[in-house]
Each structure stands twice: as structure tokens, then as C-alpha cells.
């Protein structure tokens, strides 16, 4: 019976590590793609500036228009780059707590006899629980990612 517990929480945690290493490499890179749109915007910026000081006033209202909008897109891409790490970092630490109680628990499993016993299937709901919460946090994070 402590068998069981004992490979229950030995098979939640390489779950969430395996699962966070795969969303922590799509999530690194979208983080590039962002990095990568940013710079294009950026190239954007500087081409406006030129043309900017080089046209008449009429021009110079259109290329201040074009600056703004091209400012907006790259907030708005600044802003997406800080959710995804915030939704990372927040992922993170889910997933650390509960592979550290896993490997907590794991060696107390063959010491548990009678009562001892119970409380261990206790402790590991409360871990396949706050597994499923975790991966919930998977499954929001990568629907950030992937918009």
C-alpha cells in the first residue's frame, strides 16, 4: 500500500517537471518572437524618424501619426512580454512547491504503518489537488503564449 503513495507522488512530480519543461521552451519561444516583433518595430521607429526630419510639415503630422500607432503596437507587445514572464514565474513557483512536497513525502512513505498510513493517501490527494491546479496554470499560460 505505501508502494502506491510512493509512486503516486514519484509520478505527479516528473509529470509537472516534464510538462513545465515543455511549456517553459514554448513559452521561451514566443518570448523571442515578441523580442524579434519588437526590433522590427523598433527599425520602424527609426525609419520614421528619418523621413520625419526630412519631409515638409504635412509629412511631418503623418509621420507623427505613424510614430504613435507604431508606439502603441510596441507598449502593447511590451506589455505582453511582461504577462508571459509573470505567468511564468508564477507557474514556476507552483510547480516548485509541489514537487518539493513531493520529494518530501516520498521517503516518509515506507516509515507509515496503521494510521500513519491514512494520512499519507490524505497528503497525497492534497498533492494530485494542487497538481491539477498547477497544470491549470499550464493551460493559462499557454493560451497567453499562443495569442
Do not use: H
Not at 507604431?70 to 505567468?87: F, G, I
Not at 508564477?90 to 512547491?97: D, E, I, K, L, V
Not at 509541489?98 to 504503518?113: K, N, Q, R, S, Y
Amino acid at each position: 500500500m505505501d508502494t502506491a503513495i510512493y509512486y503516486g507522488l514519484s509520478t505527479v512530480a516528473q509529470v509537472l517537471a516534464s510538462a513545465f519543461g515543455f511549456l517553459v521552451a514554448v513559452t521561451l519561444y514566443r518570448m523571442d518572437s515578441i523580442r524579434e516583433e519588437m526590433g522590427e518595430i523598433t527599425e520602424v521607429l527609426r525609419k520614421i524618424m528619418g523621413e520625419w526630419e526630412q519631409r515638409g510639415p504635412d509629412a511631418q503630422e503623418q509621420a507623427r501619426k505613424t510614430y504613435m500607432e507604431v508606439m502603441e503596437s510596441r507598449d502593447s507587445e511590451d506589455e505582453n512580454l511582461k504577462a508571459v514572464k509573470a505567468r511564468l514565474r508564477y507557474s514556476m513557483r507552483w510547480t516548485a512547491g509541489t514537487i518539493t512536497a513531493c520529494l518530501v513525502l516520498m521517503p516518509i512513505t515506507p516509515l507509515a504503518t496503521g494510521r500513519g498510513l491514512w494520512v499519507l493517501w490524505a497528503f497525497l490527494c492534497v498533492v494530485v489537488v494542487v497538481a491539477v491546479y498547477t497544470l491549470s496554470t499550464y493551460i493559462t499560460l499557454a493560451s497567453e503564449v499562443t495569442n
